[in-house]
C-alpha cells in the first residue's frame, strides 16, 4: 500500500511500473487527450501531477510528474 501523503520526490523514485500503478490508483484522473503520435492520461495527487504517456498501440511509452503549484 502506497502512503496517500506522498509527495513529488517520493514517486520519482518508485520503479516505472510502480508509478504507473500508483497513478491509477491514488492518483485522481484529471483528463484525457490525444496528439498525433500519443494519448496523454493526467492524474492529480496533493502537490503533483503525474501524466502518462500512451502510443497508439495502447502501450505506455513515459511517465512525467511535475508539482503543481
Known sequence: MI???MDLED?????F????????DEGLFLYN????????ECYSFQTFIV????NNF??????TSFSSG
Request: no cysteine; charged share 35%; proline share 0%.
Open 3 to 5: 502512503k496517500l501523503s
Open 17 to 24: 511500473d510502480k508509478q504507473y500503478e500508483v497513478a491509477l
Open 58 to 63: 495502447n502501450e505506455v511509452v513515459k511517465i
Open 33 to 40: 487527450y490525444r496528439d498525433i503520435e500519443e494519448i496523454h
Open 11 to 15: 514517486f520519482k523514485i518508485l520503479s
Open 51 to 54: 501524466e502518462i504517456y500512451y
